[in-house]
């Protein structure tokens, strides 16, 4: 008798680790990483060198401005162009091309976050999404 119930409770043991593997209980982490920041999205892509710029809103005098150089000896940026880590609520979006210069005010800007791996696992990847004209 004892062998018997030794037997059913290893089963029984076997079929809950079945069970619990299957329902994602115990899941492992990949390592898919992402691209955390801000993109500017360009109406269409400038000819020749280009430069988008991004000055955040804040306390005068605070003002940073980041900038990215495409096309012509940079490399080419086409109409999306990523400001790696770059959080923003308002910002001032300026394009500067050949043809001239267009700024433009963007915000508030809406931030969505991902999870590549799982909600359990890292990374959590914040990206955003910017649409602005460009000088024509």
Do not use: H, W
Request: net charge positive.
């Amino acid at each position: 008798m004892p062998f018997a119930k030794l037997r059913r409770a290893r089963s029984t043991l076997a079929l809950v680790a079945t069970v619990t593997a299957c329902s994602g209980l115990d899941e492992a982490c990949t390592l898919i990483g992402c691209l955390a920041g801000l993109t500017v999205s360009l109406s269409s892509v400038p000819i020749g060198a280009y430069s988008v710029e991004v000055i955040p809103e804040g306390p005068p005098g605070n003002a940073r401005t980041y900038r990215v150089d495409c096309g012509g000896s940079a490399p080419s940026c086409g109409s999306q162009v990523y400001f790696r880590d770059l959080f923003i609520e308002r910002a001032q979006v300026r394009v500067v091309t050949s043809l001239g210069t267009v700024t433009q005010s963007v915000g508030p800007v809406t931030y969505v976050t991902s999870y590549p791996n799982g909600r359990q696992c890292e990374p959590a990847c914040r990206r955003a999404t910017v649409n602005v004209g460009v000088p024509e």
